[in-house]
């Protein structure tokens, strides 16, 4: 199931780019439950959605996080897409660079424009500064790869120049 799903979001991308609204809802995938996967290509293009909805949230294209207790309609648990990406943070970082540094940008720029403490009250603050700790690397603060990473995540994903 999840395998369709993906080819449904890459090919949407195909025809709209990747940082357009995609219908995150109706693809009815919690995608944070397959990082681990065992198969890679599911596990980047798993990643590679939780980047989009990233990205699409700091292009006020998308959001489906809630931010507080009474959003009880929101489509996707932040806290549980920020614990399954730590728990598997150490081999995201050493099979897909790419995808974990344009994650860790896109999580920083996000927290820099409001911290997540005041985004998400009812969430751990400490897993935001686990978070924090595992991603901001001097490369993710300095900003200095985020082109980079962001042409690596597709190419990990296995996806051209078109999809971006």
Known sequence: MVREKLKILYNSMEWVGFSTSQPWRAYNVKFNKYFNYPEKDIRAGTLLAFYGMLQQWIDDSSFVFGFY??????????????????????????????IYGSIGYALKELDNEIRFEARFPSIDPAIFEEMRKALYTDKVLSGEGESKFYEDAFKEVGLGREYM
Not at 74 to 98: C, K, Q, T, V
Request: without cysteine; aromatic residues 20%.
């Open 69 to 98: 207790d009474d959003q009880k309609d929101a489509i996707f648990s932040f806290e549980e897409y920020i614990l399954d990406f730590l728990n598997y943070a150490d081999e995201i970082a050493e099979e897909f660079p790419g």
